[in-house]
């Protein structure tokens, strides 16, 4: 893989606002890796992640577990946390790529920053309507989700598909 620009001037201004918004969420989501605290999630990806890990109650096994307290419970309370770092970490870097696949007009890239998005819209989503709002910061999520929402209006927009059609190559 060559990629040669960060950015095209050359797009239209939908998709060139949608490349740098997909590098302002990876930007974030590597920096939420850093300050993450279970009550205050505040980037997109990462808020579903840990939503999930809660629901399948990967989160709340370690103070149920019969020597809760103990190291092991600590070691597994880690463990689940690094894990949602991980893909945090994943989800930033996929987020970025996607941009980068845009700018050097990539069809993959533009697939996947589609997927991306509609995956991190689709979390928030279920968080807006599933009442865990109050749990994980409501304006955090609310505003989250305002940002999805404008990142797939971007990248759907008419203008950016029609310059996908013509100009984007495998």
Request: no cysteine; hydrophobic share 55%.
């Amino acid at each position: 893989m060559n990629f040669q620009k960060w950015t095209d001037r050359s797009h239209p201004q939908t998709l060139q606002m949608g490349v740098l918004f997909l590098y302002i969420n990876a930007a974030f989501g590597l920096l939420s890796t850093f300050s993450i605290a279970l009550g205050s999630i505040v980037v997109f990806g990462a808020t579903f992640i840990f939503y999930l890990l809660h629901v399948f109650g990967l989160l709340s096994v370690a103070s149920q577990l019969p020597l809760a307290g103990s190291p092991i419970a600590s070691v597994y309370s880690a463990f689940i946390l690094n894990l949602g770092r991980f893909l945090l970490v994943v989800l930033s870097f996929a987020h970025g790529l996607s941009g980068m696949g845009i700018a050097n007009e990539k069809k993959w890239g533009y697939f996947a920053s589609i997927t991306l998005v509609v995956f991190d819209a689709a979390g928030l989503f279920i968080l807006i309507f599933e009442g865990a709002i109050s749990q994980m910061g409501g304006l955090n999520v609310i505003l989250g989700f305002i940002w999805v929402v404008v990142l797939l209006a971007l990248l759907i927009h008419k203008e950016s598909r029609e310059y996908y059609k013509i100009w984007f190559r495998k």
